[in-house]
């Protein structure tokens, strides 16, 4: 494998040299190829890595496998003429989201997402006694879980939810499982669901979520179309080689956030293997699967507002959700995860297009048939340097994000939405990762002992409080506290929208 000269790789990036300020370049005049710090993948994390230690006057090189910037956050125009977030879309917690301090930099418009959900039952709209029975069971199994999640021995969501949840059981396994966390509530740790962070409030970027972590990598150079096949740790003492199809590039540091399950399948090896703890805790953080079916639909046949939130009463995991009207659009989002979604994804496009389509007649009526215009589906499962959505712990399984923390053979550190204990699942999560693995890297750098943070002790936690949703689901606080009902479902008429901007 030949090694990478100062010059190729220099000559392979000269498009982003052009338009952008070396930040890999250090002030010390190193090459490129040469660097303190490589940094694997050019998501979320690898973007706040590449922020930190640039602030820091460090030199790095970002790589990534694929064409494009933003990992699983990624927004395109192509398929519908406005923006389409193919996967993170939910600008999550934004209050304390580290992305959202950055929007002024952007120039980008956020605006804060409705609450509340609506809920059919066929082809009308939920009573409000109705809503009341659904909040209700909402509630009793989001308390069940974190009471489990507290108790000696951890065991699956699933085992945790109420006997008695009667007509709304499946939307809530629905709605806490795959809508939430990409997987059944039977493969999920009630611990690790305990432990996350309240994600009951939203906000959207107008342009994208994609779109806003694209223009927060403006100025990074990336090296892309750049796989890293192989990470050698042993074979020139104290510096790490990255070997990739280009070349192989060295460093003292590397930091890598490629998906728990691209690291499992081995499409990076590392010499000698992975060490027994995180191939045992990779086991633990398999990715669940998540996916959009985007239809645009003309002239709003569904009646809806912008970016509502639909449910079903469920009968079964043939279910799904639908995000409306996105940003003001013609474009809907039906949203499918877990088991379900994983079969149906492996069918293909098509029968993903062809369920939603269904779905949406049995809920609206087969009118909204001749509405549907151009389509198009995610299937992050196939996608070979993602390979699935994002990961929630199995049962048993919560050690694992901070194992994962732990730097391989003292040279490489992990990063990513699964390496975090409270934010997993989120681009804001992903980025405090990055940023954490940086700011120990930067210490390592500087002769500084290892921090305990490069362990990360997560940051105080501002409530065990409500479940994530891609839409605010309620989750009670554990006891003495009183739940939160802010986020609760509402009838149609009685919404109201609070706007950040
Ligand atoms: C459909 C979907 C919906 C979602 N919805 C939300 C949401 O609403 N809100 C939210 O906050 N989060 C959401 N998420 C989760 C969020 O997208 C992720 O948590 C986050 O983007 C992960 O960032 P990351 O940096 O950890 O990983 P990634 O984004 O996967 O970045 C890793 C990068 O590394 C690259 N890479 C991998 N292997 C290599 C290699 N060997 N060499 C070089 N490069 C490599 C990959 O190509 C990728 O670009 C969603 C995810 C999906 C799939």
């Known amino acids: 494998m030949p090694r990478l000269s100062r010059r190729s790789f220099l000559a392979g990036s000269a498009a982003f040299a052009a338009a952008r300020p070396a930040l890999g370049q250090s002030s010390t005049g190193q090459a490129t190829a040469d660097v303190d710090v490589i940094i694997v993948g050019a998501g979320a994390a690898g973007i706040a890595a590449a922020h930190t230690l640039s602030a820091a006057g460090r030199s790095f090189t ?70 009341e029975d659904y909040l209700a069971a909402t509630v009793r199994a989001n308390r069940a879980i974190v009471q489990a999640g507290h108790g000696r ?17 499946s939307t809530v396994e629905f709605v806490l499982g795959p809508y939430a966390n990409a997987r059944d509530l039977g493969e999920m740790s009630a611990l690790d669901f305990s432990k996350s962070t309240d994600r009951a ?27 890293v096949t192989q990470v050698d740790t042993q074979t020139r003492g104290s510096r790490v080689d990255a070997v990739t199809p280009r070349g192989t590039l060295s460093c003292r540091y590397m930091i890598v956030t490629a998906s728990t399950e691209v690291l499992a399948s081995e499409r990076v090896k590392f010499d000698k293997g992975l060490p027994k703890r995180h191939l045992d805790a990779l086991a633990k953080l398999k990715l669940g699967s998540f996916d959009h079916i985007a239809l645009e639909l003309a002239g709003n046949p569904l009646g ?30 039906v949203e499918v995860g877990g088991g379900f979604g994983r079969e149906l994804s492996g069918q293909g496009e098509a029968a993903m297009v062809e369920f939603a389509v269904e779905w949406l007649a049995g809920l609206f009526g087969n009118d909204l048939k001749r509405a549907v215009q151009r389509t198009a589906a995610t299937r992050w499962d196939a996608e070979p340097w993602a390979l699935g959505a994002f990961a929630s712990a199995a049962p048993g399984g919560q050690w694992a994000r901070r194992a994962m923390m732990e730097p391989i053979r003292d040279r490489v550190y992990c990063a990513g939405e699964a390496v975090h204990e409270t934010l997993w699942g989120t681009v804001g999560g992903a980025w405090e990762s990055g940023a954490r693995a940086a700011e120990a890297v930067v210490r390592r750098l500087a002769g500084l002992p290892e921090p ?34 802010r986020a609760k479902p509402r009838p149609e008429r009685q919404r109201s929208r609070r706007r950040r901007h």
């Open 62 to 131: 970002l790589v990534e496998a694929t064409n494009r910037v933003g990992g699983r956050c990624v927004t395109e125009t192509q398929s519908f003429g406005v923006p389409f977030d193919r996967g993170a879309h939910w600008i999550q917690n934004p209050d304390i989201n580290p992305l959202t301090k950055l929007v002024a930099r952007t120039g980008l418009d956020i605006y804060q997402a409705p609450s509340g959900q609506r809920v059919r039952i066929g082809q009308r709209r939920a009573r409000e006694s109705e809503l």
């Open 153 to 169: 021995t951890d065991v699956d969501c699933l085992r945790a939810l109420p006997k008695d949840l009667g007509d709304w059981r």
């Open 201 to 227: 409030f939203g906000a959207f970027c107008r342009q994208g979520y994609g779109a806003l972590l694209a223009k927060l990598a403006d100025g990074i150079p990336v090296e892309l179309q750049t796989p």
């Open 304 to 333: 809806l507002q912008r970016d509502d939130v639909v449910l079903e009463r469920s009968s079964g995991p043939r279910t799904a959700a639908l995000l409306a009207n996105v940003s003001g659009t013609p474009l809907s989002l």
């Open 452 to 485: 305990q943070s490069s362990a990360a002790p997560p940051k105080p936690e501002p409530q065990a409080a409500a479940q994530q949703g891609r839409g605010a689901v309620p989750k009670p606080e554990p006891e003495p506290r009183r739940s939160r009902t």
